[in-house]
């Protein structure tokens, strides 16, 4: 079903054929990257529809879905830098159930969710499977930090100010949205530190504006 057109769906198609035209067959992989608030998941899940609206199979997981067990997550302190950037998620388990597989295809099947963070424990098997020909989407956090870049064969960060972000958070699920708040320290101080490691934008396909999410727009860095 072809999908009303907007300034983001335009934005979409012109990524999908972007990518199409260097992927035409195959599986593919696909990273949306961006701080929480960022609005990775919700750009995600629109891409997806987007390769849909062209009949190419196209499935989404999340970053978020793959979180480690929660005395690992904080083994550090709870208000730790260190602990948000080296210690969210189980890149093991997302490789070795997701990734690997999809890669396979054939009769292979992949698992799009690999652990439940609210009970926090690892999540059912419920492998699926797909056409030799397919999109996988995975939105998250540190998406381009040096041990995962070779896993996307297109990337995609989405730049939003850090005051937008958290005022998004603040509506969604209550979060304080001054930045430099002490409840917020741990995750801002981890995507400072994800900055200065891993210098994502340097690193993406393609950078996102998604200050205002019904009419994103396509950043074109000076690469001198």
Known sequence: MRLVTTPRVELLRELRAEILHNYRVGRVIVGVDGISGSGTAAFADDLAEVFREDDRAAFRASIDDFHRPREERYARGRASAEGYYLDSFDYSLFRRVLVEPFRLAGSAGFQLVGFDEQRNVGEEMR?????????????????????????????????????????????????????????????????????????PRAHASVVIDNADEAHPTRQFLDSC
């Open 127 to 199: 492998w699926v499977t797909g056409p030799k020909d397919a999109i996988l989407i995975v939105d998250g956090a540190f998406l381009l930090r040096p041990e995962l870049r070779g896993i996307w064969h297109y990337s995609i960060l989405l730049d939003v100010p850090v005051a937008e972000a958290y005022r998004r958070l603040q509506a969604s699920i209550g979060a304080d949205p001054r930045p430099d708040a002490a409840s917020n320290a741990r995750y801002v101080g981890g995507q400072k530190l994800y900055a200065a490691d891993a210098t």
